[in-house]
Nanobody, 120 residues
């Protein structure tokens, strides 16, 4: 089972990015799939998750980030708009068979991170 995340980069404040996370090795259509991030010197934090047709976001990203998924492609996306310097972090995709496990920060699978750097 692998989660492959990509799409990070260096952008100016106010810019946009779209992160993608492709899964292989298992059908994740019934899994909670989403994103966490870890900024330098900080703990990893929840960003967004897609679960059974619903989406949930951290308060800090509501209105700016949009999570979506394509179950046929077993891929989850994170559209990031109005980027701020404080969004600078390594973004990790993750998948869990349990919504609660995902929200506790203990998903079953982690992808490698993709770096997002926002310059002011």
């Amino acid at each position: 089972v692998q989660l492959q995340a990509y799409g990070g980069g260096l952008v100016q404040a106010g810019g946009s990015l779209r992160l993608s996370c492709a899964a292989s090795g298992r059908a994740f259509s019934r899994y909670a799939m989403g994103w966490f991030r870890q900024a330098p010197g900080k703990e990893r934090e929840f960003v967004a998750v897609s679960w059974r047709g619903d989406t949930y976001y951290a308060d800090s990203v509501k209105g700016r980030f949009t999570i979506s998924r394509d179950n046929a492609k077993i891929t989850v996306y994170l559209a990031i708009n109005s980027l701020k310097p404080e969004d600078t972090a390594v973004y990790y995709c993750a998948a869990a068979g349990s919504f609660n496990r995902f929200m506790r920060g203990s998903p079953d699978y982690w992808g490698q991170g993709t770096q997002v750097t926002v310059s002011s």
